[in-house]
């Protein structure tokens, strides 16, 4: 079955940078899409930032200039490159990737269970 995993959430001074990493595995036929989102406590759940296949890349107004999205289509793995953290940039991130799996015949949202960034003040 298809998984996504991510890794690279903690603890870190405002100011400071992380670099999250999901990798997506299992039987996949191909990958549309690749993004981060990120939830706050008694917050909705909104996009950060996100990349296509074919390398497109769209951001939150709120981590322009401070966050970078890439990818690994080799490895079937995205990254969040993010710097000049903010206490307000506290929240669990999630993974998602829209994709196709081996057996079925269009796209689907695929979720990993999420990492938590804490950015103290």
């Known amino acids: 079955q298809v998984q996504l995993v991510e890794s690279g959430g903690g603890l870190v001074q405002a100011g400071g940078s992380l670099r999250l990493s999901c990798a997506a595995s299992?039987?996949?036929?191909?990958?549309?899409?690749m993004g981060w989102y990120r939830q706050a406590p008694g917050k909705q759940r909104e996009l950060v930032a996100a990349i296509t296949s074919g390398g497109s890349t769209n951001y939150a107004d709120s981590v322009k200039g401070r966050f970078t999205i890439s990818r690994d289509n080799a490895k079937n793995t995205v990254y969040l490159q993010m710097n000049s953290l903010k206490p307000e940039d506290t929240a669990v991130y999630y993974c998602?990737?829209?994709?196709?799996?081996?057996?079925?015949?269009?796209?689907?949202?695929?979720w990993g269970k999420g990492t938590l960034v804490t950015v103290s003040s």
């Open positions: 998602n990737a829209n994709l196709v799996a081996a057996t079925d015949f269009y796209g689907m949202d695929y």
């Open positions: 299992g039987s996949i036929f191909s990958i549309n899409a």
